[in-house]
């Protein structure tokens, strides 16, 4: 026999899930809609005012659309940030999935890196990242030495560029 918390956990993660699928739902219906050329043209159109897109859009919604789901989508069109419904909504599908977004690591070295180095890289990023980073080497010789490291919006730079950069900084606050 179950305990009472282990019930209460699984009737609180099938509502969570079933929320989310109306949700996911609505935005494909949402994309779906915004499909149709009249109705993405007058959203794309700075013309237009926000409250216009956003009747239009409602209009093409049917009426049982999920009232969050629909302020949501005005506010994305307010900021004029319409275009980005459809990465929502992949986002919705990959969360209800229960999929976590991979990380990407970007590494620029100012000379190209071997194998065995890239290798060494991976191994340490996923050490503090987690597995799962998606990574990508890029050569810069502007950074004169060192690497420039981001992993999501995190940034870790040190290559020789910014230590002179900064170096430079403190020598002209020092001598002012």
Do not use: C
Not at 57 to 71: G, I, M, R, S, Y
Not at 103 to 125: C, F, M, N, Q, W
Not at 144 to 173: C, F, K, Y
């Amino acid at each position: 026999m179950s305990s009472k918390q282990e019930r209460v956990n699984r009737y609180a993660q099938a509502l969570w899930l079933a929320q989310l699928e109306r949700w996911q739902q609505a935005f494909e219906q949402a994309t779906k809609a915004l499909e149709e050329k009249k109705l993405a043209a007058l959203v794309a159109d700075s013309t237009k005012s926000s409250a216009d897109k956003a009747a239009a859009l409602e209009k093409a919604l049917p009426a049982d659309f999920p009232a969050e789901v629909t302020n949501l989508l005005k506010v994305m069109i307010e900021a004029g940030d319409a275009e980005l419904i459809d990465d929502v909504n992949g986002r919705v599908v990959q969360v209800a999935s229960g999929k976590r977004e991979a990380l990407k690591a970007e590494v620029t070295s100012a000379i190209e890196l071997t194998d065995s180095e890239k290798d060494k890289l991976r191994k340490r990023l996923a050490a503090e990242y987690g597995e799962g980073l998606t990574f990508s080497f890029g050569v810069d010789p502007s950074l004169m030495g060192g690497l420039r490291v981001r992993v999501g919006d995190r940034l870790i730079d040190n290559s020789v560029a910014t230590r002179l950069a900064t170096l430079r900084e403190s020598i002209a606050t020092v001598v002012r």
